[in-house]
């Protein structure tokens, strides 16, 4: 399919990424994700790229994920960007306690390299935004700088979410955050802003809370938002709560990329269509921010 994706700098990185990325963790695979075969692994991660979305971000902590990025698209590494996580348990180890020792991130690092069949990776993020703390403890930050000497990531990031992020952010260490955001989560929605301010990039998880209730969807809990909030009347003819929701994420103006993942080929070129229409019109996305705060959906102050 053709892509007209528009793309944002990614902070400090100077990363031209498209602002639809890809979560790889939807590929992988049982028994924590739904099971997946190695043909329609090929098949996703090959039409992401097809589509033109050049941000992939995976984690040594999802299944077959990064076995399957290599496997299927290391022939195409110059057409995208790879994140991964550290700190997650490595080899045979089942996921458990993230352990940000440097003999486990270098472990991590080296065998995301080896799964993806890759040289670099472009950010390596702290998974499960780990205290500042702990982070000085274990002398993290160091072994992520010694891993960017060698060659081996290119920029330092954190998966965050507060209060840690409040930390995270002002140690001042970090090209990016990865931080969860949606019209159903807005939490965060403020210290996004924060964090851009500072330089930093900022990827966006969870942007269109897993898509609507059903097989794979999200929950219907948070979902419950959406109706409470009365959002339907903003949607335009024919636009799907999902697509309406992704919008809006992208309406923020301190977004640079949001990871939205999928199995489903049919998903994915409705994503890229969603995002290619662009953000909301203004004045609906601050009608949907009013109509949410009413509803109780808002930000933490």
Same mark, same amino acid.
């Given at each position: 399919?053709e892509s007209r994706?528009?793309?944002?700098?990614?902070?400090?990185?100077?990363?031209?990424?498209?602002?639809?990325?890809?979560?790889?963790?939807?590929?992988?695979?049982?028994?924590?994700?739904?099971?997946?075969?190695?043909?329609?692994?090929?098949?996703?991660?090959?039409?992401?790229?097809?589509?033109?979305?050049?941000?992939?971000?995976?984690?040594?902590?999802?299944?077959?994920?990064?076995?399957?990025?290599?496997?299927?698209?290391?022939?195409?590494?110059s057409e995208f960007?790879?994140?991964?996580?550290?700190?997650?348990?490595?080899?045979?180890?089942?996921?458990?306690?993230?352990?940000?020792?440097?003999?486990?991130?270098?472990?991590?690092?080296?065998?995301?390299?080896?799964?993806?069949?890759?040289?670099?990776?472009?950010?390596?993020?702290?998974?499960?935004s780990p205290s500042?703390?702990?982070?000085?403890?274990? +002398?993290?930050?160091?072994?992520?700088?010694?891993?960017?000497? %060698?060659?081996?990531? @290119? *920029?330092?990031? #954190?998966?965050?979410? =507060?209060?840690?992020?409040?930390?995270?952010?002002?140690?001042?260490?970090?090209?990016?955050?990865?931080?969860?955001?949606?019209?159903?989560?807005?939490?965060?929605?403020?210290?996004?802003?924060?964090?851009?301010?500072?330089?930093?990039?900022?990827?966006?998880?969870?942007?269109?809370?897993?898509?609507?209730?059903?097989?794979?969807?999200?929950?219907?809990?948070?979902?419950?938002?959406?109706?409470?909030?009365?959002? +339907?009347?903003?949607?335009?003819?024919?636009?799907?709560?999902? %697509?309406?929701?992704? @919008? *809006?994420?992208? #309406?923020?103006?301190? =977004?640079?990329?949001?990871?939205?993942?999928?199995?489903?080929?049919?998903?994915?070129?409705?994503?890229?269509?969603?995002?290619?229409?662009?953000?909301?019109?203004?004045?609906?996305?601050?009608?949907?921010?009013?109509?949410?705060?009413?509803?109780?959906?808002?930000?933490?102050?």
């Amino acid at each position: 399919m053709e892509s007209r994706l528009s793309t944002s700098v990614l902070g400090r990185t100077g990363l031209e990424v498209t602002r639809l990325g890809y979560g790889a963790m939807e590929v992988r695979g049982g028994p924590r994700g739904r099971s997946i075969t190695d043909e329609a692994a090929a098949g996703i991660l090959n039409a992401v790229l097809d589509a033109g979305i050049n941000y992939i971000d995976t984690s040594i902590d999802y299944g077959r994920s990064e076995e399957l990025i290599g496997e299927h698209i290391s022939h195409r590494r110059s057409e995208f960007y790879l994140a991964s996580k550290c700190g997650c348990p490595v080899g045979d180890a089942a996921p458990g306690e993230h352990i940000f020792t440097r003999e486990n991130i270098v472990a991590g690092v080296d065998q995301s390299l080896s799964r993806m069949k890759t040289n670099y990776l472009d950010a390596v993020q702290f998974h499960s935004s780990p205290s500042k703390d702990l982070i000085e403890e274990e +002398d993290a930050i160091q072994t992520l700088l010694d891993l960017k000497q %060698a060659g081996k990531i @290119r *920029f330092l990031g #954190s998966s965050s979410t =507060l209060p840690n992020l409040v930390d995270h952010v002002a140690m001042g260490v970090f090209d990016l955050f990865q931080i969860p955001y949606s019209a159903l989560s807005r939490e965060h929605e403020d210290w996004i802003t924060r964090a851009a301010k500072a330089g930093a990039g900022i990827v966006i998880r969870g942007g269109v809370a897993k898509g609507e209730p059903g097989e794979g969807g999200g929950r219907a809990d948070t979902w419950d938002n959406f109706n409470k909030a009365d959002l +339907d009347g903003l949607r335009e003819e024919g636009e799907t709560p999902t %697509a309406f929701m992704l @919008r *809006f994420t992208l #309406s923020h103006p301190d =977004l640079h990329t949001t990871i939205v993942g999928t199995l489903n080929p049919g998903h994915l070129s409705n994503n890229v269509l969603a995002a290619q229409k662009g953000p909301l019109p203004s004045d609906t996305y601050e009608e949907a921010k009013r109509l949410l705060s009413s509803a109780g959906v808002a930000p933490t102050v």
